[in-house]
């Protein structure tokens, strides 16, 4: 008796004190999330714009119509390859970081950090200067005779994929620097001392030990290449389509069902990739 | 023997290689993140407004002009403004909740500390475009004015700061020893003052990081903004996207490094606070 009756002030308690931020973020996440998805069995109408029914015509729209699929299929890719790149491009960073000793450590981490929170947009204007046709890029190879005239590499699929990388590579970086940091240095050492050559050492004791940490980093940066917005706007230009872009593109053509469906679609790719390489690392974990 | 000393060294000479190799990869990929901001950097001082390379010459003038420009001095406000606000009411209910989440045990904890971190996981534009029908629907039902307002856009930026907060103050929370606090009480003070003079001080870096990279989220945010704004005005992040689909020139690119440098002074004043490399 007496600890139930400890136990309801407590409880009471516990609710006072988390019921404010519990209520703001219900309000936000779970009432919207709610009228999205009920948006997305609307019908769009040019006149009416919005027609209340329950209809699946916006997603059988989205996976028959070649202009959703070719946004879809570019998406996926580039996610995909946006993030080998990160990850083959991020560990040798991250294993340095982790390994240091020295007192400029923490500042290279805040080299690291800063650019995360610079805005995307902010990023983009840097690859702008760099790669447009009067940019220092066209006009050094130009110089150097490799072309004849200005070549800009704008408003292209490798341009976006460029960009991205320099966005996730941090985010990559940070989560393998985490777990590469928790590996004892002896192990690397014991297989040394064994013989085996650094990559073998690497891929032998290092990357198995460090799967969870690639796992999250993986996931991470695949979820922000899939959702990224400013870009492959500004980076891919007004032809280029991926979904985030698409959302809004479709938002200003005043077809909110659509841009609904094409919302849910992409969270739903991203949740299901993400649950597949959580299994796989599962997986892996246990054999290993 | 010799043939054992030979392949000693020849393994030494190798981690040697593997070192450099390594060492030099690291540098590239550093550099590579860093390459955009440096870029914008040197734009920002270049002589001439057409961004072409190499540069006549160098000059501070694209600085006077960024800080003349009404239409990114009012951005900036509005974006500070909506920071400021959205980082107090945000730290106002992630620090009760960090002190439930890591003190009490009832049902549900788990579910709903996930839910405090779902507007990080949740795409930008999703749930930007989300909140935009919750408020056309609910001003709708209300008839009040939330749609296109200063704190309906608020309330988007106050979802941005909560994640951070709570994962940064129970972070700290977690690590605070509780018995300083039943010292504190021993001595006579009541529960709450033990928490004011005790506990705060020794999160408080914990609140600092909290509010730090909650601010710097909503001040940088671009895709929750874009839908929420009042008609009429913009935040900075937009401001900039929408000159940057027009073009580019060094105005611009000045704007981008005052708005880096805000950025590293905030993380700079976090550091003296909590290692950065703890926190992310």
């Given at each position: 008796m007496?600890?139930?009756?400890a136990s309801?002030?407590?409880?009471?308690t516990?609710?006072?004190?988390?019921g404010?931020?519990?209520f703001?973020?219900?309000l936000?996440?779970?009432?919207?999330?709610l009228?999205?998805?009920?948006?997305?069995f609307?019908?769009?109408?040019?006149?009416e714009?919005?027609?209340?029914?329950?209809?699946?015509?916006?997603y059988?729209?989205f996976?028959?119509?070649?202009?959703?699929?070719?946004a879809?299929l570019?998406t996926?890719?580039?996610?995909?390859?946006?993030?080998?790149?990160c990850?083959?491009?991020g560990?040798?960073?991250?294993?340095?970081l982790a390994?240091s000793?020295?007192?400029?450590k923490?500042l290279?981490?805040?080299?690291i950090v800063?650019p995360?929170?610079?805005?995307n947009?902010?990023?983009?204007?840097?690859?702008m200067s760099?790669?447009?046709?009067r940019?220092?890029l066209s006009?050094t190879l130009m110089?150097?005779?490799?072309t004849?005239g200005?070549t800009?590499?704008?408003?292209t699929?490798?341009t976006v994929?460029?960009?991205?990388?320099?966005?996730?590579?941090?985010?990559?970086v940070l989560?393998?620097?985490?777990?590469?940091?928790?590996i004892?240095?002896?192990?690397?050492e014991?297989?040394?001392s064994l013989?085996?050559?650094p990559?073998?050492?690497?891929?032998r004791?290092?990357?198995p030990?460090?799967?969870?940490g690639i796992?999250?980093?993986t996931?991470?940066?695949?979820?922000?290449a899939?959702?990224?917005?400013a870009?492959?706007v500004?980076?891919?230009?007004?032809?280029?389509?991926?979904m985030a872009?698409?959302?809004?593109?479709q938002f200003?053509?005043?077809?909110?069902?659509?841009?609904?469906?094409?919302?849910f679609?992409?969270?739903a790719?991203t949740l299901?990739l993400?649950?597949?390489?959580?299994?796989?690392?599962r997986q892996?974990?246990?054999?290993g | 023997m010799s043939?054992?000393?030979s392949s000693?060294?020849?393994?030494?000479s190798?981690?040697?290689l593997?070192?450099?190799t390594?060492?030099?990869?690291?540098t590239?990929?550093?550099v590579?993140?860093?390459?955009p901001?440096?870029?914008?950097t040197?734009?920002?001082?270049y002589?001439?407004?057409?961004?072409s390379?190499?540069?006549t010459?160098?000059?501070?003038?694209?600085?006077?002009?960024?800080?003349a420009?009404e239409?990114f001095i009012d951005a900036f406000?509005l974006?500070?403004?909506?920071?400021?606000?959205a980082?107090?009411i945000?730290l106002?209910?992630?620090?009760?909740?960090?002190?439930a989440?890591?003190?009490?045990?009832?049902?549900?904890?788990?579910?709903?500390n996930?839910?405090?971190?779902?507007?990080l996981v949740?795409p930008?534009?999703?749930l930007?475009?989300?909140?935009?029908?919750f408020?056309?629907?609910?001003?709708?039902?209300t008839e009040?004015?939330?749609?296109?307002?200063?704190w309906?856009l608020?309330?988007g930026?106050v979802?941005l700061?909560?994640p951070?907060?709570?994962?940064l103050?129970?972070?700290?929370?977690?690590?605070?020893?509780?018995?300083?606090?039943?010292a504190?009480m021993?001595?006579g003070?009541d529960?709450?003052?033990?928490?004011r003079?005790?506990?705060?001080?020794g999160?408080l870096p914990?609140?600092?990081?909290g509010?730090?990279f909650g601010f710097v989220?909503s001040?940088?945010?671009?895709?929750?903004s874009?839908?929420?704004v009042?008609?009429g005005?913009?935040?900075?992040?937009i401001?900039?996207l929408?000159y940057?689909?027009w073009?580019i020139?060094?105005?611009?690119?000045a704007?981008?490094v005052?708005q880096?440098?805000?950025?590293i002074?905030?993380?700079?004043i976090?550091?003296r606070?909590?290692?950065?490399?703890?926190?992310?």
């Open positions: 007496s600890a139930n009756a309801r002030p407590k409880i009471l516990a609710a006072f004190l988390i404010p931020a519990t703001i973020a219900a936000g996440v779970i009432g919207p999330m009228y999205l998805l009920r948006y997305s609307n019908q769009y109408d040019p006149m714009l919005m027609i209340e029914t329950f209809t699946l015509s916006n059988v729209e996976f028959t119509s070649p202009y959703y699929l070719s879809y570019t996926l890719r580039v996610g995909l390859i946006s993030t080998v790149i990850l083959v491009a560990f040798p960073l991250a294993y340095v390994r000793g020295s007192r400029f923490n290279m981490i805040i080299g800063v995360l929170f610079v805005g947009a902010v990023r983009a204007a840097g690859w760099f790669l447009g046709s940019g220092l006009v110089k150097l005779g490799f004849d200005p800009d590499f704008m408003y699929e490798g994929i460029v960009g991205i990388v320099a966005v996730n590579l941090p985010y990559m989560s393998l620097q985490s777990v590469l940091e928790g004892n240095r002896n192990v690397e014991a297989a040394f013989g085996a050559p990559l073998t050492m690497a891929r004791v290092l990357l030990l460090a799967l969870p796992a999250a980093g996931i991470l940066t695949f979820i922000l899939m959702n990224a917005y870009t492959p500004l980076l891919g230009g007004p032809s280029f389509n991926m872009p698409l959302v809004y593109g200003q053509l005043n077809n909110w069902p659509g841009a609904a469906a094409v919302a679609v992409l969270m790719t299901l993400t649950i597949l390489v959580a299994i796989i690392t892996k974990f246990r054999e | 043939t054992a000393g000693l060294g020849g393994m030494f190798n981690r040697r593997g070192r450099w390594l060492n030099a990869f690291a590239l990929a550093f590579f993140a860093l390459l901001l440096i870029f914008v040197w734009l920002s001082f002589e001439q407004e057409i961004p390379f190499p540069p010459g160098y000059s501070l003038q694209w600085y006077a002009r960024a800080i420009n239409r406000f974006s500070a403004q909506v920071g400021l606000v980082t107090a945000g106002l209910v992630a620090i009760p909740a960090s002190i989440l890591t003190r009490y045990a009832f049902t549900g904890r788990g579910a709903i996930n839910l405090l971190l779902m507007p949740i930008g534009i999703v930007g475009f989300s909140l935009y029908i408020q056309v629907e609910t001003t709708i039902a009040l004015p939330i749609m296109g307002s200063f309906g608020v309330f930026h979802l700061v909560i951070w907060s709570v994962r103050i129970t972070a700290s929370l977690i690590g605070f020893d509780r018995t300083l606090e039943e504190a021993n001595l003070a529960p709450f003052t033990a928490f003079r005790v506990t705060v001080p999160i914990g609140i600092v990081a509010a730090m989220s001040f940088g945010n671009l895709e929750v874009l839908f929420l009042v008609p005005q913009t935040t900075l992040p401001a900039i929408q940057l689909e073009k020139d060094p105005t611009i690119a704007i981008s005052l880096i440098l805000i950025i002074a905030a993380m700079l976090t550091d606070f909590v290692r950065i490399s703890r926190v992310v």
